[in-house]
């Protein structure tokens, strides 16, 4: 196991800090009658469609969820920390280890954007190594970035927008050699052919996982998001997150969703195979007409393509889309991502659809 002092790394006041105290941590035993929350003793009369019992305050700790979602991953308890959507984390993490206009985190563009919006809202500095022309990491160039100031860095991986996986050898090599944490952000993983950090957490006491609801498992309303990391990191996260993050509709309908986990599977692979399918056809309109330049491989539920701008830039092609009220995203003004618009998988019909839409505007 790697040599690794956590509390060296977060934020010197914290270290000392004592957080709120819930009424709902504060007493753990028995009793029939709560009188500690200022709570209201009814729940509402009329139907809003959900179950009686919303007047209580939610357990802080999500334990029976937490259960729930360990059991699935193969991970204790006491190695999970849930947020509102993993956006919730993400700022955590910059809160517990970065001091304003001080510190420093990596992160390597073209990549998801919480990362840097998070850091500026905090005043954190943003180093960037930049990722390859084939975007994979940069090792070398990360570590050209790394100074004494440098908390985090951000990996990403399948990577958004581009959709690859980071190679793992490079990812432990900055696991091995950085004294920071590495965050290692897997939201798409469920729809990647490889395999998550997770099992490396007992290895890497500097290694944070992210995961997500939003993605493979369709409850990106619900916002809950999963930060798995050690013990000790974990009770730090704890120790700064608002008491009752994660509402007792979300904790229930996760709860729930759990038991479905083959049904998940199953869509998953749908997303898989109509992935496959709209690569392929964004393949065909680049071998047949010209109109598309490049397609990049994808281990997410997204494919990034890049337009040839000789038809149509990715401004164009995104806004003669729109008026046929098909929705991209464009990310053409990302680094190494001129004219390239990134695609979501969508559901059969949706996909056929555009298809339909970007072959009629292809001839
Ligand atoms: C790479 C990546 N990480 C994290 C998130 C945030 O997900 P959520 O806050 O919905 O869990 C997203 C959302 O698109 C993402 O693309």
Redesign the pocket.
């Known amino acids: 196991m790697k040599k690794f002092d956590l509390s060296a790394l977060i934020r010197p006041h914290l270290l000392a800090l004592a957080p709120y105290s819930s009424a709902r941590q504060d007493f753990k035993g028995v009793a029939n009658v709560f009188l500690d929350a200022n709570e209201n003793p009814y729940s509402l009369p009329f139907e809003l469609g959900i179950d009686e019992g919303y007047n209580r305050y939610p357990d802080p700790l999500q334990v029976a969820l937490k259960k729930k979602i360990g059991k699935l991953k193969g991970i204790a308890p006491e190695h999970i920390f849930l ?6 984390p ?1 700022d955590l993490l910059l809160r517990l280890f970065c001091q304003p206009q001080k510190d420093e985190i990596i992160i390597t563009p073209p ?2 954007g ?1 990362y840097a919006v998070s850091a500026a809202i905090q005043e954190v500095g943003i180093k960037k190594a930049y990722l390859k022309p084939d975007f994979s990491l940069d090792v070398a160039e990360i570590f050209r970035q790394v100074s004494p100031q440098t908390k985090l860095i951000f990996l ?1 991986s ?4 581009t959709g690859n996986l980071l190679a793992k050898e490079d990812i432990l090599q900055v696991l091995e050699n950085f004294e920071g944490i590495v965050v290692v ?4 993983i469920d729809f990647a052919a490889a395999d998550s950090f997770l099992p490396l957490l007992a290895q890497y006491p500097n290694l944070v996982v ?6 493979a498992w369709g409850l ?1 309303a619900l ?3 999963m930060a798995y990391a050690s013990a000790e990191l974990i009770t730090f996260l704890n120790k700064i997150k608002p008491p009752y993050n994660i509402n007792l509709l979300t904790q229930n309908a996760v709860s729930k969703a759990l038991d479905k986990e083959n049904e998940v599977r199953h869509c998953i692979q749908i997303l898989v195979e109509e992935r496959k399918k709209l690569e392929n056809f964004l393949y065909q309109i680049k071998n047949q007409t010209g109109v598309i330049a490049e397609v990049y491989p994808s281990a997410a539920n997204f494919i990034l393509f890049k337009t040839n701008p000789d038809y149509f830039s990715a401004d164009t092609l995104y806004q003669k889309l729109t008026e046929k009220g098909i929705v991209v995203r464009n990310r053409s003004r990302e680094p190494l991502c001129q004219n390239a618009l990134r695609l979501s998988v969508g559901s059969v019909e949706e996909n056929r659809l555009f298809c339909q839409v970007l072959e009629q505007l292809s001839q």
Do not use: V
């Open positions: 947020g509102n959507g993993s956006d919730e993400i990549t998801y919480m990403c399948p990577n958004n927008p952000d897997e939201a798409y992210l995961q997500t609801f939003s993605k990106a916002r809950l998001g």
